[in-house]
C-alpha cells in the first residue's frame, strides 16, 4: 500500500497556465512533507512543509500543508515550458530515516 | 563542486556481473542516502548511514546489495550477480544530519543497466 500518493500522474498544460498539483500522505508520526523538481535525474529541492496553514512561496510556486486531510498542494502560476518535469512529493517519519516518495506528477507544458 | 556527485553516470552491465556505484557527498554531510528509481515511480529508499555507520538498511532487497562508507564520506552501493530487474537509476543524497526535517540534496544519479 502506497503511504504517498499524488495527482494527476501526468498533466499537460499550455504556457500561462496555472497548475495544481496534489499530494495525499497516510504515516504515522509524520515530521515533514517535501516537494522536489525532477527535470533529468537529480530531483531539486522545492520546499519543506512542516506546519499546516503555512504558504511557502519561491517565485511562482507556492505550496501548503493541510494536516488534517494529511494533504499538501503544490501550485505553479504563469507556467513555463521550463516548469516541464516530474514533480515529486516525499513524506518522512519522525520514526524513520527515508524520505517515502510518491509516484511523481508529469508536467508538461507547451508553448 | 559543492553539490554531491556520482560516478559513472551510465553504467551497462551484462546478467550475473558485480558492479559498483560510487557517491561523494557533500562535505561536512553527515547523513547519506541511497535510493533507487525504476521508470514511472518515485525514489525507492534502500539505505541510510550516519556517519561510517549504516544505521537502516531496511530497504535494501536482497543480499546481493551491500554499501559501504568506510571513512564517513564516500559511500559504495555494491551489487552482486546482476539481474536485469536490477535495472534502474542508483540515487544517492546527502544531509547535514538526520532527523529535524533536514532537507536531502540528490546526486544526478547512475543509470544501471542490466543486459
Known amino acids: 500500500e502506497d503511504k504517498v500518493v499524488q495527482s494527476p500522474l501526468s498533466l499537460v498544460v499550455h504556457e500561462g497556465d496555472t497548475v495544481t498539483l496534489n499530494c495525499s500522505y497516510e504515516?504515522?508520526?509524520?515530521?515533514?512533507l517535501l516537494w522536489y523538481k525532477q527535470e533529468k535525474k537529480a530531483p531539486t529541492f522545492l520546499f519543506m512543509l512542516t506546519s499546516s496553514g503555512i504558504e511557502k512561496k519561491s517565485g511562482r510556486l507556492s505550496s501548503i500543508l493541510d494536516k488534517k486531510e494529511l494533504s499538501s498542494i503544490l501550485n505553479i502560476t504563469a507556467t513555463q515550458t521550463g516548469d516541464s518535469a516530474i514533480y515529486l512529493c516525499?513524506?518522512?517519519?519522525?520514526?524513520?530515516?527515508?524520505?517515502?516518495f510518491g509516484k511523481g506528477t508529469s508536467l508538461l507544458v507547451t508553448p | 563542486g559543492a553539490g554531491v556527485s556520482q560516478t559513472p553516470s551510465n553504467k551497462v552491465t551484462e546478467k550475473g556481473k558485480y558492479v559498483e556505484l560510487r557517491c561523494d557527498p557533500i562535505s561536512g554531510h553527515t547523513a547519506l542516502y541511497w535510493y533507487r528509481q525504476s521508470l514511472g515511480q518515485g525514489p525507492e529508499f534502500l539505505i541510510y548511514?550516519?556517519?561510517?555507520?549504516?544505521?537502516?538498511d531496511s530497504g535494501l532487497p536482497n543480499d546481493r546489495f551491500f554499501a559501504v562508507r568506510p571513512e564517513g564520506s564516500v559511500s559504495t552501493l555494491k551489487i552482486q550477480r546482476t539481474e536485469r530487474g536490477d535495472s534502474a537509476v542508483y540515487l544517492c543524497a546527502s544531509a547535514p544530519s538526520s532527523g529535524g526535517a533536514n532537507e536531502q540534496f540528490f546526486g544526478p544519479g547512475t543509470r544501471l543497466t542490466v543486459l
Open positions: 548511514f550516519q556517519g561510517t555507520g549504516a544505521a537502516d
Open positions: 504515516v504515522t508520526n509524520f515530521r515533514s
Open positions: 516525499a513524506v518522512e517519519e519522525n520514526s524513520g530515516y527515508a524520505l517515502n
